[in-house]
């Protein structure tokens, strides 16, 4: 940033010295020499304005870049993670798929030889059952044959009851028969009391065998039963031997999916090595133009120095008249803001407030101060006839040292809409322009000071400008200045 000397350019005469002052062939020389120079200062102002918007797009697309090196890395780190998993999983369906083949063998093995047993029991059961059913029967013979034993006892005994009475009948000659019929009678009572003992315990083995018979009976339905639960379990087998086939299956489809994630990680790898090589060529590119946008910004400076320089010499160029009327416009400023403290319709306190406070629901932000209002009503006057006094001339406006501009031009100060960016064009008041631009506008105290720059004017659209500040003094307290932009020719 540049300035000029703090007199007027008309106050300043030629080098008598030189003779540059009476010579009009050397005023020529120069002036044109400042047309090329101010030339000069405008092309390398647009250059700078293109480097920086370069220099930003760059940056962000750096930014984005590492976003995208950031993400590739997650998804490198994911798709390990998937491989892993994948892998895991199949070794784990692998080492199932071995288990139920060992297990299903097993248990195969085991049921043979268990079904095998249980068949054997099944045929013995049933051998038994009808053995017991041929004691049954024996034993229902046997119980006929006592009974048949009983019927003769009880006859003899009433044969030989018989005998007895026809021998006392019969006297001592009948003696002799008596005993015998005595001896029968006792036969007959030990063959009934045998034949009594015989059904009694042929009734309790009745007893055991009807039970024998009934466990045998159950002993063989349980062995049928448990015949047939072996050939359910053998055909629970059999889907253990479709479940173990999808597990196969499954193991071929993990494999698949393993496959491509595992040449996906290979292509990761290739794009993160792509994506460093491009990050760091992008990183040295940002940081290359950030050093190009500062030595041209240098040149600017300078570029802007010789423009002051010229324009302070006295020698008459296309912006001297503007010049004129900007530092005419700031001195009548500076008048009318130390009147209004003089007269007590604002403080300096409150003509110097910084505590800008935000406009709700505004956008781009707005701001307001305690001199706003006054400003409002002071600064309107002034600034507007200067849009009229020379076609070239696109706004002018006074901003705070702080680059905060309070009342704009009335064509810049329309009510804000939805539209964020028609707002960025046409409400332009009361916002702060802190730009490298607006700052140097509103803390320059040398004479003037003359900036060639981009203006933004919002939705990507950029105008190439001339900005001619002059400072403004209140009571020899520097508030700001007064900014004049105009057009470049």
Request: aromatic content about 4%; charged content about 25%; proline content about 3%.
């Amino acid at each position: 940033m540049h300035m000029a000397a703090a007199s007027r350019p008309d106050d300043i005469a030629g080098d008598p010295e030189t003779g540059i002052g009476g010579d009009d062939a050397m005023r020529q020389a120069v002036a044109e020499m400042a047309d090329r120079i101010d030339r000069l200062g405008i092309e390398i102002a647009d250059i700078h304005g293109f480097v920086e918007a370069v220099t930003q797009r760059l940056t962000r697309q750096s930014d984005r870049l590492g976003q995208v090196d950031e993400a590739a890395r997650h998804m490198a780190d994911a798709n390990r993670k998937v491989a892993e998993y994948g892998e895991a999983a199949q070794a784990a369906a692998d080492e199932v798929r071995q288990d139920m083949t060992r297990t299903t063998a097993a248990i195969r093995s085991g049921l043979g030889t268990a079904r095998e047993h249980v068949a054997t029991l099944t045929i013995g059961a049933r051998s038994i059952a009808q053995s017991l059913v041929g004691v049954t029967r024996s034993i229902s013979a046997i119980r006929e044959s006592s009974g048949a034993i009983q019927a003769i006892a009880t006859e003899t005994q009433m044969l030989a009851f018989n005998a007895g009475i026809e021998a006392v009948r019969a006297g001592e000659a009948g003696r002799g028969f008596a005993v015998i019929a005595q001896a029968v009678r006792q036969l007959a009572d030990q063959a009934r009391e045998v034949s009594r003992d015989n059904a009694q315990q042929l009734e309790a083995l009745v007893t055991v065998v009807r039970g024998l018979v009934t466990e045998s009976e159950a002993g063989v339905a349980r062995a049928e039963q448990a015949e047939a639960s072996s050939r359910e379990i053998d055909a629970n087998l059999d889907q253990f031997d479709v479940f173990g086939r999808q597990v196969e299956g499954l193991l071929e489809r993990i494999e698949a999916i393993v496959a491509p994630v595992r040449a996906n990680i290979e292509g990761c790898e290739r794009v993160l090595f792509e994506l460093d090589d491009l990050v760091d060529g992008v990183a040295g590119s940002t940081a290359e133009l950030k050093e190009t946008a500062t030595r041209v910004d240098t040149l600017r400076g300078i570029s802007e120095g010789l423009i002051a320089s010229v324009a302070a010499s006295g020698v008459e160029t296309a912006d001297t008249p503007l010049i004129h009327l900007c530092m005419d416009a700031a001195q009548e400023i500076a008048q009318a803001f130390e009147h209004a403290v003089r007269v007590g319709r604002i403080t300096a306190e409150d003509l110097f407030d910084a505590r800008y406070q935000p406009v709700p629901g505004t956008n781009p932000q707005q701001h307001m101060t305690r001199f706003v209002r006054l400003t409002d009503e002071l600064l309107p006057p002034i600034q507007e006839p200067i849009l009229a006094a020379d076609p070239r001339v696109a706004f002018c406006a006074a901003v705070d040292r702080n680059g905060y501009l309070p009342t704009h031009n009335r064509q810049y100060s329309r009510p804000q809409g939805s539209d964020p960016i028609w707002n960025a064009a046409h409400c332009r008041n009361r916002r702060i322009f802190n730009d490298r631009t607006g700052l140097a506008a509103g803390r320059n105290t040398e004479a003037f000071l003359l900036q060639t720059y981009r203006r933004d004017m919002g939705g990507g659209q950029f105008v190439l400008m001339k900005d001619l500040s002059v400072p403004i003094r209140v009571r020899g307290r520097h508030w700001g200045g007064l900014r004049i932009g105009f057009k470049v020719a």
